[in-house]
């Protein structure tokens, strides 16, 4: 039984983590054990259990009164996030192209991102999956547990951010990426490394220049 509530919660965690990254459930959103309960036809135990996950890993918080609520990341936040991920991920590129492995993971992720860009536009949520699921590669690419942990966690932080606040990036994203698994494809350390850093640079100056000049 205590089995079968632990499966149930983590089930639940990841119902509620999918829906705020998707913007679904937005910052400052009231988490509430009986509304999620009776929307998802799940005891208030499984919601306590995810909403108390969701507070450890930094997705929600509680307010002066002790209220669940989604977090919020703000520019200050996300400008840090960016420039600690760039830390980190140009070194996974890096040694990702050291690494030799994963070349098939990588060809249908780069079949994918031609595909964005010659065929139908994707929707934002198949277009950011398959940009989580790059970034994710090259960190397991990396080989390091930690650096997996602690990208994956800045990753997650960067889609919290007010998605409104974020500007159409699909077609330089897409090439971005490319340039990136070509150059960890070829073994090429530097770059990868640079590649990374120009992507991550961009995603930066376009949040800035976006919020500078909205329309």
Do not use: W
Request: hydrophobic residues 40%.
């Amino acid at each position: 039984m205590a089995e079968t509530l632990q499966t149930l919660g983590d089930s639940t965690f990841q119902r509620l983590k999918t829906m705020i990254l998707d913007g679904t459930l937005k910052s400052g959103t009231r988490l509430s054990e009986k509304k999620f309960a009776d929307s998802m036809g799940v005891s208030r135990t499984p919601i306590r259990e995810a909403i108390g996950q969701l507070i450890s890993e930094g997705f929600a918080t509680r307010t002066a009164g002790g209220t669940p609520v989604v977090n919020s990341i703000s520019l200050s936040d996300i400008m840090e996030i960016l420039h600690v991920r760039s830390l980190l991920e140009c070194e996974a590129a890096r040694k990702a192209a050291l690494s030799g492995k994963s070349g098939e993971e990588l060809a249908a992720i780069r079949a994918q991102l031609c595909g964005f860009l010659e065929g139908a536009r994707p929707s934002s949520e198949d277009h950011t999956a398959l940009d989580m699921k790059l970034h994710f590669l090259v960190a397991r690419m990396a080989g390091s547990k930690l650096l997996v942990e602690l990208i994956e966690s800045l990753k997650n932080k960067t889609c919290m951010y007010d998605q409104g606040s974020l500007p159409d990036r699909l077609e330089p994203g897409c090439k971005e990426h490319l340039a990136l698994i070509d150059a960890i494809a070829a073994g090429s350390p530097d770059a990868a490394a640079a590649a990374m850093k120009v992507h991550l640079t961009n995603v930066r100056e376009a949040i800035i220049s976006h919020i500078h000049h909205p329309f």
